[in-house]
């Protein structure tokens, strides 16, 4: 059973930078293809998809995020990243850490073919 485990959020002012982490729980550096996305769900709003990183290494970013934030995983620590520079208040919601098995450009942006979520990780963003 693969679970994805959030960690970082926090309340930060406009312009701040937090790191955010997803460590995946459970997967095996051998097994098959995957991507571990993003997503953020803001009080009264849907969840969306923010980034996403495949086993090969591709990284893919929302255009609302691009330039701002960064991903990255440590294949050691079985961790992924998500690096938040230039908060803004819009940037306030839950974050969530999605796995998938598989790492298709269908599945990345698809928040229906992740199979596990971690429970979110809270990003206060104030002015």
């Known amino acids: 059973q693969v679970t994805p485990v959030e960690s970082g959020g926090g309340s930060v002012q406009s312009g701040g930078s937090l790191k955010l982490s997803c460590v995946i729980r459970?997967?095996?550096?051998?097994?098959?293809?995957?991507?571990v996305g993003w997503f953020r769900q803001a009080p009264g709003e849907e969840l969306e998809w923010v980034s996403a990183?495949?086993?090969?290494?591709?990284?893919y970013y929302s255009d609302s995020v691009k330039g701002r934030f960064t991903i990255s995983r440590d294949n050691a620590k079985n961790t992924i990243y998500l690096q938040l520079d230039s908060l803004k208040t819009e940037d306030t919601a839950t974050y969530y850490c999605?796995?998938?098995?598989?790492?298709?450009?269908?599945?990345?942006?698809?928040?229906?073919?992740?199979?596990?979520w971690g429970r979110g990780t809270q990003v206060a963003v104030s002015s």
């Open positions: 999605g796995f998938a098995n598989a790492g298709d450009q269908y599945t990345i942006y698809d928040l229906m073919k992740y199979n596990y």
């Open positions: 459970g997967y095996m550096s051998s097994g098959g293809t995957y991507c």
């Open positions: 990183i495949n086993r090969g290494g591709d990284t």
